[in-house]
């Protein structure tokens, strides 16, 4: 019989609904029930696209014996982490502190009353690689609780009375100065690994934070090591087999430090963040190579990630088809690309991504991960044929081998929308329509957030969790402010007021209802203290985990909105929240990324360019493409149509008499500042590029 998950919305619980375990959902039941039994709660906190999740419920939770053990002596609970982050996040830190290491799948003993007393990660079911055995671990648990109940509800009190003071947060009466935003980075770039590219080893996740910060260093500093750590870091992983070398799109994070064998699952929320950090490199810097790997990710995610009925995108796809690979959808044996390419074609292809020899595989040392092993030229020479002819070839395999892929049962595809991570992929694809020129981002990407919008916005209460079918969660500050970011970026795109005015309606709430007494932003509305069951810490998120951290970006569209209106009062909200934030947030360096960032944007506000002019006039679109096609990091464009427009036009601008007039002309201004109106788009152009450093670059 299957058992109370075979209802969930989350796919992830589905799937285990066949177990013998008789799993409860999050919920007021299983916490009655504990209570009412004395019985302590096992946890289980895992995803989708987990691998080690999909082991330990091979392994422990379809054994029959096992589920018997837990049955028998706790209250079984299981969360999908995408639904709940409200829950993973606690449990996280909570079994952080006790084992020192925290992921999943996450494996937590709570008190009836959803406090913690043990925990980790993955067990085996017997022992093995240094881990007690998870039967032993159950056995050993149960017997302490029965044994010593007091004392381990009084272990379960002084952990949750840590988190408690942990997850307080003072405002600070220092100056928010520049020195914050220059230690940061100097402790972002003392990690880099200048031979692989990234920043640490093994293994090794994306940092896309960091690649933001940066870039918007050199622009201003124009120093070439600031420059390497960006472009060794980009192209070391386009190169890797992090990257999906057929399909397009970025795996999660690579095992090793060389960026070659990934974990293989594709997030939506990682590719969202890498396709901002590849479109901005190619502004950057005019190489081509960003553009090409920007495009992979737009074909993958609008390919196998895109609601192409509703809009929207999906949440992730999986690593594995089954429980015995490991990533073979993706992977190759020489004898399998032999059998789908010529003899030259597989000659080229040997040679480009290694496919020769031992493979990278541990399952199966036949298999290889396709990374760039040799360029277009090389090959040509040692082969003794033009570069033309190789490169020619080398396209033709990889069709080959994307065809014959698609034959192959693919991993599964979470399709649930959730609206933070939707935020952030709206986001980026509105990046990619400026940064690329292309108009069919754009199109996703309104179409996305008008679907979101749709689904899952309510006025004065801001946005639910997921869009589409019934949803418990919400009131999640992720959701709040990734969506606000997004729709500033189709305000800008647009001019449309309504997309503005959601954004104040949602700032109202983030300034009502989440705001905690130092002035930062807690996770949750309410600071996560009201819930009905669990532990009930506040939680400030301040670090990238690796999504950008929810007060950073905050604080990146309170003071966008400041800009496009001239409400001081959100400003002003701005420099609380950093200043409860960011003075301890820095000392974590590579970790506080976004959050840098926010105050460097903070201290010196980027350039508001202001088109003004009636929208269907030729020169005001031709002027407002100009403005969101020129290059310059967080550069804010309004579009301003005298007498129906959303905003306010800066200071400076109406000083210059902005408003008046007919004819479409354009304005770029500081803070304090405007350059001379500009009429043409090379102008503007120009004005964007060179205003306030004395000369264009």
């Known amino acids: 019989m299957p058992n109370r998950l075979r209802d969930a919305q989350s796919p992830y619980l589905r799937s285990a609904a066949h177990q013998p375990v008789e799993w409860y959902l999050w919920g007021a039941e299983a916490f009655e029930r504990a209570r009412a039994d004395d019985r302590p709660i096992l946890l289980d906190i895992g995803a989708v696209w987990c691998h080690w999740c999909h082991v330990i419920d091979r392994e422990s939770y379809d054994n029959p014996e096992i589920a018997a053990l837990i049955n028998a002596n706790f209250v079984p609970v299981k969360v999908d982490r995408d639904e709940r982050p409200d829950v993973d996040v606690r449990y996280q830190q909570a079994v952080g ?156 994070y690579s095992v090793d430090a060389s960026w070659t064998v990934p974990h293989f ?58 429980a015995e690979d490991d990533g073979d959808y993706y992977t190759w044996t020489s004898d399998e690309a032999a059998a789908v390419l010529p003899p030259n074609e597989m000659e080229v292809v040997r040679l480009a ?16 991960v396709l990374f760039v092993a040799a360029d277009t030229d090389a090959i040509a020479q040692l082969l003794g044929r033009s570069p033309a002819d190789v490169s020619d070839q080398l396209a033709r395999a990889v069709r080959r081998l994307r065809e014959a892929r698609a034959r192959r049962a693919a991993p599964f595809v979470d399709r649930t929308v959730y609206t933070s991570w939707n935020g952030m992929m709206i986001s980026a694809f509105l990046d990619a329509a400026r940064g690329l020129g292309e ?24 946005f639910r969790h997921v869009a589409g079918g019934p949803c418990a969660v919400s009131g999640l500050l992720d959701d709040q402010v ?25 700032a109202d709430y983030l300034m ?6 130092a ?29 950008p951290a929810g007060n950073a970006v905050a604080v990146l569209v309170l003071d966008r909105l400041w800009a496009l209106t001239g409400n001081a009062g959100y400003r002003e909200a701005a420099e609380r929240a950093l200043r409860a934030c960011a003075p301890g947030a820095l000392e974590h360096g590579l970790f506080a990324a976004t959050m840098a960032y926010a105050l460097d944007a903070h201290i010196d506000p980027p350039l508001h360019v202001v ?47 902005a408003a008046a007039g007919e004819s479409p002309r354009s304005y770029v201004c500081s803070a304090f500042a405007c350059a001379p109106p500009a009429g043409n788009p090379e102008e503007l152009r120009a004005a964007i590029t060179s205003f306030g450093r004395g000369a264009a670059p």
């Open 353 to 368: 991504y290694h496919l020769g020899g031992t493979g990278e595989m541990q399952h199966d040392p036949r298999r290889h």
């Open 97 to 252: 502190a006790i084992s020192g290491q925290g992921g999943w799948p996450l494996t937590a003993f709570l008190t009836p009353d959803g406090l913690v007393f043990f925990g980790g990660t993955y067990f085996p079911p017997d022992g093995a690689m240094g881990r007690p055995g998870f039967k032993q671990v159950l056995g050993a648990v149960a017997e302490f609780y029965r044994a010593k109940r007091d004392q381990a509800h009084a272990y379960a009190d002084e952990l949750e009375r840590t988190l408690q003071r942990l997850g307080d947060v003072r405002s600070s009466d220092d100056a928010l100065s520049a020195a914050l935003v220059d230690a940061a980075a100097a402790a972002t770039e003392h990690v880099f690994d200048s031979r692989h590219g990234g920043f640490g080893g093994a293994p090794k996740f994306p940092h896309a934070g960091a690649i933001e910060l940066l870039l918007r260093r050199y622009d201003r500093t124009r120093d070439p090591s600031t420059l390497l750590v960006v472009t060794r870091t980009l192209e070391q992983m386009a190169r890797g087999g992090v990257y999906d070398q057929l399909g397009g799109g970025f795996h999660r």
């Open 265 to 322: 699952e594709k997030m939506l929320y990682d590719n969202a963040e890498l396709l901002r950090n590849y479109v901005h490199a190619y502004q950057a810097t005019g190489a081509e190579a960003y553009a090409h790997t920007a495009r992979g990710i737009l074909g993958y995610v609008s390919e196998t990630l895109m609601d192409a009925s509703e809009g929207g995108f999906y949440a992730s796809q999986d690593a594995d088809v089954s």
């Open 611 to 657: 088109v003004v002019g009636p929208g269907n006039d030729p020169g005001t679109r031709a002027l407002h493409e100009a403005a969101l096609t020129a290059y310059r990091p967080g550069t804010i464009v309004h579009l301003y149509h005298p007498g129906v427009a959303a905003g306010a036009l800066p200071q400076p601008a109406a000083a210059l008499g």
């Open 512 to 517: 009502g209802s989440f705001v905690t007494p």
């Open 482 to 506: 990734h969506m606000a970011r997004a729709l500033l970026d189709a305000f800008e795109h647009t001019g449309h007021p309504r997309y503005l005015g959601i954004v104040e309606e949602t």
């Open 519 to 547: 002035g930062a932003f807690y996770d949750v509305a309410g600071g996560g203290a009201s819930g009905a069951q669990g532990l009930k810490v506040p939680y400030v998120p301040v670090q990238d985990t690796p999504t």
């Open 439 to 462: 108009r069919e981002p754009r199109a996703a990407a309104l179409r996305a957030l008008d679907r979101i919008v749709r689904d899952a916005y309510d006025r004065g209460r801001g």
